[in-house]
């Protein structure tokens, strides 16, 4: 194999690894969980507070981040987009709040 073939195959095994996202720290993923709540709390949703964050990988795209988000008083998928608000989807009630209401 020609050398320079192995450099051009490096650097391109190299650019695929980089633009892999690096897993997030339970720290990161707790600072994003409070992250996420604030917006939430800045378009008038409830949300007490948020217990865990999870990015959706499957709905997300680049620039348009989408994350599963569990708070004290449901479940919700939030599309984060840069410069605008939030798209805020209700997608469950917490068994918290189902235990109150009986």
Same mark, same amino acid.
Request: hydrophobic share 45%; glycine share 0%; with cysteine.
């Given at each position: 194999m020609p050398s320079n073939y192995r450099c051009i195959l490096f650097a391109a095994a190299a650019a695929g690894m980089a633009l892999q996202p690096a897993p997030l720290s339970a720290d990161q993923l707790e600072d994003t969980a409070r992250i996420i709540e604030a917006q939430l709390h800045k378009q008038g949703v409830a949300c007490t507070m948020a217990r865990r964050a999870m990015r959706d990988a499957i +709905?997300? /795209?680049?620039? +348009?981040? /989408?994350?599963?988000?569990?708070?004290? +008083?449901?479940?919700?998928? /939030?599309?984060?987009?840069?410069?605008?608000?939030?798209?805020?989807t209700p997608i469950g009630t917490s068994d918290r709040v189902k235990e109150d209401r009986k």
């Open positions: +709905e997300s /795209v680049p620039h +348009e981040a /989408v994350w599963i988000v569990h708070c004290d +008083e449901a479940t919700y998928r /939030v599309k984060l987009i840069p410069r605008r608000q939030a798209f805020i």
